[in-house]
């Protein structure tokens, strides 16, 4: 089966400007997730999607971060104004649908993002 | 809020040598799953621990959930270079919740 695709795979922006990346899931998991990893650290959760919907965005830094998954397939996140600190890799991982058990994550290649 | 803690942080071994990072949480865990993720690669799914006590085995990787649901560890024996990369658990302590990750052990291995 294809895996999760990501775009782009690297990004140089300067800060307070914004970016987007994009994810498309494994074709049927209905879960699709969002992690930060900065370098040297274990991934972040930054929001959980359930089809179209919003599960956990407890993480997601609202005032900068917003993400979205319309169609329940794939979905984009985007960051405006970008920080230094925004630098890592932003990784999109899919899993089968939850329904009250855990299953293993398929991640994507990740995009990783440089601030200057 | 839920915090998994891993240990060693870094771990440097001789081909042969026997490996095992360590995982620990204050609280019980619904489940627990490990990943490996090479330099400049991805997290790649290895395995999920549901059961107390459960013990699985993929050839030379033994991993372990312990009685309380507390603590998890993987042992890898007789490590060859290929085993190189940094070692994940991932844990959740309900359910359907996403998984919250450790710092991660970074194994290197030396011929």
């Known amino acids: 089966e294809a895996g999760v695709a990501q775009s782009p795979r690297y990004k140089i922006i300067e800060k307070r400007q914004s970016v987007a990346f994009w994810c498309n899931p494994i074709?049927?998991?209905?879960?699709l997730y969002w992690y930060q990893q900065i370098l040297g650290q274990g991934p972040k959760l930054l929001i959980q999607f359930q089809n179209n919907g919003v599960v956990d965005d407890s993480q997601l830094p609202k005032d900068r971060f917003s993400a979205e998954r319309l169609k329940g397939v794939d979905s984009t996140l985007k960051i405006q104004p970008a920080k230094l600190e925004d630098s890592a890799v932003y990784l999109c991982?899919?899993?089968?649908?939850?329904?009250?058990?855990?299953?293993?994550?398929?991640f994507g290649s990740g995009t990783r993002l440089t601030v200057v | 809020g839920q915090q998994v803690m891993q240990i060693p942080q870094y771990q440097h071994v001789q081909e042969g040598e026997d490996f095992t990072t360590y995982c620990n949480s204050s609280t019980t865990l619904s489940n627990i799953q490990w990943y490996k993720q090479r330099p400049g690669g991805h997290p790649v799914f290895l395995i999920q621990l549901v059961k107390s006590g459960e013990v699985k085995k993929q050839k030379r990787l033994t991993f372990q959930f312990g009685e309380a649901k507390k603590n998890s560890s993987l042992h890898i024996t007789a490590t060859q270079t290929t085993d190189v990369g940094t070692y994940f658990c991932?844990?959740?302590?309900?359910?359907?919740?996403?998984?919250?990750f450790g710092k991660g052990t970074t194994l290197s291995v030396s011929s």
């Open positions: 991982a899919s899993s089968q649908r939850t329904g009250g058990r855990n299953y293993g994550y398929t």
């Open positions: 991932a844990a959740s302590n309900q359910a359907g919740t996403a998984l919250i």
């Open positions: 074709s049927g998991h209905a879960t």
